[in-house]
């Protein structure tokens, strides 16, 4: 009541205000000079160079903003002032705005935004050239942009927001399946940019601290909100488009469909995970998980299992950027008034309650009853808003809560997981505490050592970023001399378009002369046709005179009758005397006048042929401009070829120069790798080559010429580095071939290079011999290829099937000859022997079962990750295709065969009293090692989730306990026997005393020298085993 009341109050007496409307009607340019001010600070304060998130109060100014003026005109009219080119967050923040707009602006704001569709593209590919900081991530993000127009303009029928109904999403395909197949590879593409710039983002950031409470890891992942909303949407409407196309066509058409969707469905899966364990986007944002496993596309009956991710954003009145929502109410009051004041402009003042005085026309008044039954009406709409509002507010708790709910949930399942990884690693640390103890010495060699490798490696690193500093200089310089080509290119249009000028107006004055020659011509022949006429005319009078005058004379004859006669002809006769005159004055009246149009057409020959000789001037001075604005432009362009051939000559010197440098002998290389660099440099030289032609034939063709040049120099640079690595592996002669080729392809390199810069040697600059030299380089590198990796991808498949038979095999075996020994050890020994040999051959035999389950458990990963990697190929094909794995599986299986048997003859001399115990140790800790190479071998591939990779790590820990227990039951046996074999000094003299300590301080003194000799020789044969494994298996060309 009190609500109601207060408002009739208010409006009891409206006429000020009309009045006061209509005292400011021009200020319609103020508002929106207010407004345009407004949105220019929102959108300085969003996009600005400071590395924080954008603040979300801004955001929605600016989007608010586009639905007021139904456009975006405001938008681009300030970004367009913005150096966004100069400044990667400035960039990195305009997109993430921009990306707001796209999805909760107007509708207008894409259609404003299609004109500057090729300067985001611009834009993308001058960021992608960076490779640090925001460069990388700018470049994606507009790609993004871009392809998102392009989707909304070819699909209109799509919201910026994406949100759509099943009926909706119908009408869009238009039920065609045709329409169907092209959007579902539309949403795809679409898909495949947000997952990249998902994917670049996080790999940005380092995972390891926690980047999502500080302001710049905030102001990379702000723009995942967005690019999450997006994914959700195209995941789901991806979902029923297949659904639907496999109900219209066979399931082998749609192959490439189902390919496709699952490796995006996988790193879909695997982003939602790793964003919703981050603390910034659990207050901001409820992620959804996708199910375990993908949707059976070939079961129509899976689309009913099918849920849609619902992506829940909480309330945003406890954000510390948000602000009470006036400014949408405080615009559409504006509106109202402006409004008004145009109604009471153009109808005149009205009253606020009755605008067209109905009431006082008809002579009606409300009484007290209407009144009160208006105001309970009032009272009714109050309380039915109240009611609204509250039911909203409970809604929106209820949605708060349920939010809150699930993330303690997911918090909750994650601690459980991190407890349960906890458990693992404790009882997996308690097995390896103690053998960590007994190689804490050898750490501390091992650290000297590394000492000594990260002064190698910061060595490399200095060498590496000035080699990276010459680079940027390079790329730098390159950019300068293609803008200047573009400002040259510009001045020759310029110039051109001037000469069209002048050709045009020269034809139109020709064109006017012509027209006058021609007006004159025809008056001149009008006025002789009347020249001609009027004498025509007079000679008539003339003989008409002359028939008069004999008349007349015959006439006299008759009398005195024909006087008035007479008297009438002689007036005739002085009347066509006056016309003669005057037809004689007209004549001569006409001569002037043509004599006139003469002399004004003479002039104006005389003043076109002047302005036709200036004319001329001005073109042959253009001409002439022309010509030497080409000649500019030539020299230009061949000083630009020269500056770049300058450069790429220089670099592939200092790679020349880096071959006798003492710290580029540490360096080291592969084949492989000198092989696919070769490679790379060959097929850039063809396209150089190329350029080159074109360039002989056509000098304005120098775009293609440049870039190719610089890349041809850093190829054959890199060749050069290469071979000289690769030569210090390799034997004495091919090394002593490899370095005189490298030497020779720089010199043949910078002869080529300074033909390019010599003006008379441009067009005969050959390249054949720099051919030749990469040719060698690649044929010496075929000779140092190693021969284990010469065996054919076809025969990958049966070798690694024949390896893991082989590795069972002499598992079996193993046990059995470990069986034979503790028969033959039980029937032959006695007592302590007995006992140890039962203890050491009993712990032997349980790591060859601990063995056993872990090859079977090994086989069922490895049948497994085929089986479901595959697809339609069959399993050599798949080892083929993954032939780095199958190497790797091939290793680590003879590894573990190798490691059984020579631990069954270390068991074997050791119970007949030949062998040692620390041999039998170091077996059982080497097929230890080799064990755990074929699970890290095995499960590289496996899914994380897999029942069979549990197995295996069981047994991989049931392989670490059996080898714990060959070392503690070896160390017990060998204490044991010592004690057994005491020495006894009782019996032996002083002399006999000091004369075995001095044997003992001798033979210590050996050992030790020994053991020095020992652990250098380990240290280079364990160094000389990886470098050799690393050449055999492509460490290296991986690393690369």
């Known amino acids: 009541?009190?609500?109601?009341?207060?408002?009739?109050?208010?409006?009891?007496?409206?006429?000020?205000?009309?009045?006061?409307?209509?005292?400011?009607?021009?200020?319609?340019?103020?508002?929106?000079?207010?407004?345009?001010?407004?949105?220019?600070?929102?959108?300085?304060?969003?996009?600005?160079?400071?590395?924080?998130?954008?603040?979300?109060?801004?955001?929605?100014?600016?989007?608010?903003?586009?639905?007021?003026?139904?456009?975006?005109?405001?938008?681009?009219?300030?970004?367009?002032?913005?150096?966004?080119?100069?400044?990667?967050?400035?960039?990195?923040?305009?997109?993430?705005?921009?990306?707001?707009?796209?999805?909760?602006?107007?509708?207008?704001?894409?259609?404003?935004?299609?004109?500057?569709?090729?300067?985001?593209?611009?834009?993308s590919r001058m960021w992608g050239h960076l490779s640090e900081g925001y460069g990388q991530l700018c470049s994606i993000y507009l790609k993004l942009l871009r392809t998102k127009m392009e989707f909304h303009t070819k699909n209109p029928r799509f919201p910026g927001n994406l949100q759509m109904s099943d009926r909706q999403l119908d009408e869009a395909g238009e039920n065609d399946v045709n329409n169907f197949f092209q959007l579902t590879v539309e949403m795809f593409d679409y898909l495949e940019c947000e997952l990249n710039l998902f994917q670049t983002v996080f790999s940005s950031l380092d995972m390891s601290r926690s980047v999502s409470v500080t302001a710049a890891g905030q102001c990379r992942l702000a723009p995942l909100i967005q690019v999450i909303l997006d994914c959700s949407h195209l995941y789901d409407y991806t979902v029923k488009l297949l659904f639907k196309l496999h109900s219209c066509l066979p399931a082998d058409t749609l192959q490439g469909h189902r390919d496709r969707f699952l490796e995006q469905f996988r790193k879909l899966k695997d982003l939602f995970y790793r964003s919703s364990n981050l603390q910034y986007f659990k207050r901001l944002i409820q992620i959804p998980?996708?199910?375990?496993?993908?949707?059976?596309?070939?079961?129509?009956?899976?689309?009913?299992?099918?849920?849609?991710?619902?992506?829940?954003?909480?309330?945003?009145?406890?954000?510390?950027?948000?602000?009470?929502?006036?400014?949408?109410?405080?615009?559409?009051?504006?509106?109202?008034?402006?409004?008004?004041?145009?109604?009471?402009?153009?109808?005149?003042?009205?009253?606020?309650?009755?605008?067209?005085?109905?009431?006082?026309?008809?002579?009606?008044?409300?009484?007290?009853?209407?009144?009160?039954?208006?105001?309970?009406?009032?009272?009714?709409?109050?309380?039915?808003?109240?009611?609204?509002?509250?039911?909203?507010?409970?809604?929106?708790?209820?949605?708060?809560?349920?939010?809150?709910?699930?993330?303690?949930?997911?918090?909750?399942?994650?601690?459980?997981?991190?407890?349960?990884?906890?458990?693992?690693?404790?009882?997996?640390?308690?097995?390896?505490?103690?053998?960590?103890?007994?190689?804490?010495?050898?750490?501390?060699?091992?650290?000297?050592?590394?000492?000594?490798?990260?002064?190698?490696?910061?060595?490399?690193?200095?060498?590496?970023?000035?080699?990276?500093?010459?680079?940027?200089?390079?790329?730098?310089?390159?950019?300068?001399?293609?803008?200047?080509?573009?400002e040259v290119t510009k001045q020759v249009t310029a110039a051109r378009q001037a000469q069209g000028d002048v050709e045009r107006e020269k034809k139109e004055l020709e064109d006017s002369f012509q027209r006058v020659s021609e007006q004159a011509q025809r008056k001149s022949q009008e006025q002789a046709e009347v020249l001609d006429t009027l004498k025509r005319e007079l000679?008539?009078?003339?003989?008409?005179?002359?028939?008069?005058?004999?008349?007349?004379?015959?006439?006299?004859?008759?009398?005195?009758?024909?006087?008035?006669?007479?008297?009438?002809?002689?007036?005739?006769?002085?009347?066509?005397?006056?016309?003669?005159?005057?037809?004689?004055?007209?004549?001569?009246?006409?001569?002037?006048?043509?004599?006139?149009?003469?002399?004004?057409?003479?002039?104006?020959?005389?003043?076109?042929?002047?302005?036709?000789?200036?004319?001329?001037?001005?073109?042959?001075?253009?001409?002439?401009?022309?010509?030497?604005?080409?000649?500019?432009?030539?020299?230009?362009?061949?000083?630009?070829?020269?500056?770049?051939?300058?450069?790429?000559?220089?670099?592939?010197?200092?790679?020349?120069?880096?071959?006798?440098?003492?710290?580029?002998?540490?360096?080291?290389?592969?084949?492989?790798?000198?092989?696919?660099?070769?490679?790379?440099?060959?097929?850039?030289?063809?396209?150089?080559?190329?350029?080159?032609?074109?360039y002989v034939s056509d000098h304005t063709a120098i775009g293609s010429l440049l870039p190719t040049l610089a890349l041809f120099a850093h190829l054959v640079s890199d060749t050069i580095l290469q071979g000289s690595a690769t030569s210090h592996l390799a034997p004495m002669e091919p090394a002593d071939r490899l370095l005189e080729a490298c030497k020779q392809c720089s010199s043949e390199a910078v002869s080529y290079l300074s033909a390019l810069q010599d003006p008379g040697k441009v067009k005969g600059a050959d390249c054949s011999l720099l051919t030749i030299c990469l040719g060698r380089i690649s044929a010496i590198g075929e000779e140092l290829r190693p021969r284990g990796l010469d065996v054919k991808q076809e025969e990958l498949g049966d070798l690694v099937d024949k390896e893991m038979a082989a590795t069972a095999a002499a598992i079996e075996t193993a046990a059995a000859r470990i069986e034979e020994m503790l028969s033959k050890a039980r029937a032959g020994d006695t007592g302590v022997k007995l006992e140890v040999n039962e203890r050491i051959l009993g712990s032997c035999t349980g790591l060859m079962q601990a063995i056993r389950v872990l090859v079977l458990a090994s086989k069922d990963l490895q049948r497994e990750i085929v089986e479901s990697g595959r697809g339609a190929a069959s399993p050599k094909e798949f080892y083929a295709k993954n032939s780095r794995w199958t190497e790797g599986l091939i290793s680590a299986s003879k590894a573990v065969g190798w490691g059984a048997t020579v631990m069954v003859d270390a068991a074997d001399l050791v119970v007949q009293g030949k062998g040692t115990f620390e041999e039998l140790m170091v077996c059982s800790r080497e097929i230890a090692a080799s064990t755990a190479q074929l699970v890290a071998a095995s499960k590289v591939k496996a899914d994380k989730d897999s029942a069979n990779l549990c197995k295996l790590q069981q047994a991989s820990r049931g392989v670490n306990q059996a080898t714990a227990s060959v070392v503690a039951s070896t160390k017990a046996g060998k204490s044991q026997v010592e004690e057994k074999e005491s020495m006894d000094f009782s019996s032996m003299t002083l002399t006999q005393i000091k004369r075995q300590e001095m044997d003992s301080q001798v033979r210590v003194l050996e050992l030790e020298n020994q053991l020095q000799k020992e652990r250098q020789k380990l240290g280079e044969l364990r160094k000389k085993h990886y470098e050799l494994a690393g050449v055999a298996e492509g460490w290296e060309d991986a690393a690369d």
Not at 45 to 64: D, P, S
Not at 77 to 102: I, M, Q, T
């Open 289 to 486: 998980q996708l199910p375990e496993n993908p949707p059976n596309f070939l079961r129509a009956s899976a689309l009913s299992e099918h849920i849609s991710p619902v992506v829940v954003i909480p309330a945003e009145a406890s954000s510390p950027d948000s602000e009470p929502i006036t400014d949408l109410v405080e615009m559409d009051t504006a509106s109202q008034s402006l409004f008004d004041s145009k109604f009471d402009d153009i109808f005149g003042s009205s009253l606020g309650s009755d605008p067209f005085n109905f009431n006082s026309q008809n002579g009606m008044n409300k009484d007290d009853k209407d009144r009160l039954i208006e105001q309970l009406y009032g009272e009714i709409a109050a309380l039915k808003e109240e009611l609204e509002s509250f039911k909203a507010e409970s809604a929106r708790g209820m949605m708060q809560l349920r939010g809150r709910a699930s993330e303690l949930e997911a918090e909750l399942a994650e601690q459980q997981h991190l407890k349960q990884q906890a458990q693992d690693e404790s009882e997996f640390l308690r097995t390896e505490l103690e053998e960590l103890k007994k190689q804490r010495e050898d750490t501390e060699k091992a650290q000297r050592s590394l000492t000594e490798i990260e002064r190698r490696a910061q060595a490399n690193e200095q060498r590496y970023s000035k080699l990276k500093e010459k680079y940027s200089e390079l790329v730098q310089n390159h950019a300068d001399l293609l803008r200047k080509n573009a």
């Open 1 to 123: 009541m009190d609500r109601v009341s207060s408002s009739m109050k208010q409006v009891s007496n409206p006429l000020p205000k009309v009045l006061g409307r209509r005292a400011g009607g021009g200020g319609l340019e103020a508002e929106r000079e207010s407004f345009e001010r407004a949105q220019t600070v929102s959108i300085n304060k969003a996009i600005n160079a400071q590395e924080v998130a954008v603040k979300e109060k801004h955001a929605r100014t600016c989007i608010l903003g586009t639905h007021h003026e139904k456009g975006a005109q405001t938008f681009w009219s300030v970004v367009n002032r913005l150096p966004l080119s100069g400044n990667a967050v400035l960039c990195w923040k305009f997109c993430h705005v921009f990306h707001k707009l796209l999805r909760d602006g107007h509708s207008n704001v894409l259609k404003d935004s299609l004109r500057y569709k090729n300067e985001l593209s611009d834009m």
């Open 539 to 694: 000679a008539a009078s003339r003989q008409e005179l002359q028939v008069l005058q004999g008349t007349l004379e015959s006439s006299t004859q008759v009398g005195a009758e024909q006087s008035t006669r007479i008297a009438g002809l002689e007036q005739e006769r002085d009347s066509l005397s006056r016309a003669a005159e005057r037809h004689g004055e007209e004549v001569a009246a006409l001569h002037a006048e043509l004599q006139q149009m003469r002399d004004r057409l003479g002039r104006e020959q005389e003043s076109s042929r002047m302005e036709l000789e200036i004319l001329q001037a001005q073109l042959r001075d253009k001409e002439s401009k022309e010509q030497a604005l080409q000649q500019h432009v030539a020299e230009e362009q061949f000083a630009l070829l020269q500056g770049t051939a300058q450069e790429a000559k220089r670099m592939v010197q200092d790679a020349l120069s880096h071959l006798e440098d003492p710290a580029h002998m540490a360096c080291t290389g592969s084949a492989d790798c000198l092989l696919s660099r070769t490679l790379a440099a060959s097929e850039c030289l063809e396209r150089l080559q190329d350029a080159h032609s074109k």
